[in-house]
């Protein structure tokens, strides 16, 4: 098993930034793919962002631009940074890992960005 958890949530006004941070314990040799999600009230959660192992990066198109994700292999650990936060970016951020093909979850953070 592998446990995560999420920080660095908050209330922020638009415009604004925020950096996540998700550690990973537990069994966690041979963690690959990183990264985070997103579910809004009344919507489908969504991927936010993705690293793999090599750092290689992927964004949904709602947030390009204004997330970076990063991630130090040393530490277990992927981190959001989110900058010119809108209120449309609020919502529970869930971060997940990929081991040997399974995708471990997060108990999520919330984001709430005010207008």
């Known amino acids: 098993q592998v446990q995560l958890v999420e920080s660095g949530g908050g209330l922020v006004q638009a415009g604004g930034s925020l950096r996540l941070s998700c550690a990973a314990s537990?069994?966690?040799?041979?963690?690959?793919?990183m990264g985070w999600a997103r579910e809004a009230p009344g919507k489908q959660r969504e991927l936010v962002a993705t690293i793999t192992r090599d750092e290689q990066t992927n964004y949904a198109d709602s947030v390009k631009g204004r997330v970076t994700i990063s991630r130090d292999n040393a530490k277990n650990t992927v981190y959001l940074q989110m900058d010119n936060l809108k209120p449309e970016d609020t919502a529970v951020y869930f971060c997940?890992?990929?081991?040997?093909?399974?995708?471990?979850w997060g108990q999520g953070t919330q984001v709430t960005v005010s207008s």
């Open positions: 997940r890992v990929n081991r040997w093909g399974e995708w471990y």
């Open positions: 537990g069994n966690i040799a041979m963690i690959n793919t």
